[in-house]
């Protein structure tokens, strides 16, 4: 049985499509699964690393006042990093991931293992969100999983 990424390169390629990825609480780690696989170059253009709100609003476009207004783990952040993300590197889809990955950070608005999720393309953008109930690892790897089926969804799958 293929893996996700597997799925996602033979689709990505069969038709044509190019991915971007922004990520905040998973450090790279979507990047670096889709970027295990041989030939992922072949659809996978690049990603940003935005960890803090300074490279969010440098590198991907996310205006100061929404990250004042709703924090970084925010439906609108998750949102505009998409976009950003889409936009700076002309893919036909970007995603994103911002969240709390624990064990610290946590608030009781938003509490650790929330995850905010965004997906963009020419059409339009949006985003959802998950709360895991896992340690810092958990979290993260099931944020890429869950980012990796939107992405499998996005293109039909």
Not at 11 to 33: N, V, Y
Not at 78 to 98: F, K, N, P, W, Y
Request: with cysteine; charged share 20%.
């Amino acid at each position: 049985m293929l893996s996700l990424e597997e799925r996602l390169l033979l689709i990505f390629i069969q038709r044509g499509f190019k991915l971007a990825t922004a990520e905040s609480c998973t450090g790279g780690l979507l990047a670096g699964r889709i970027t295990e696989i041989s030939g992922s170059s072949a659809f996978f253009v690049g990603g940003v690393v935005s960890y803090a709100n300074e490279a969010k609003e440098s590198l991907l476009g996310v205006p100061r006042e929404t990250l004042v207004l709703h924090g970084a783990v925010s439906e609108e952040v998750a949102a505009h990093m998409a976009r950003g993300i889409r936009e700076r590197l002309g893919v036909d889809v970007g995603i994103s991931i911002t969240g709390v990955a624990g064990p610290t950070g946590g608030t009781p608005e938003k509490p650790v293992g929330l995850v905010w999720f965004g997906i963009s393309d020419a059409s339009g953008t949006r985003a959802e969100h998950r709360l895991w109930e896992g340690d810092r690892a958990r979290n993260r790897a099931l944020s890429v999983e869950h980012a990796l089926r939107m992405l499998l969804a996005w293109a039909g799958e």
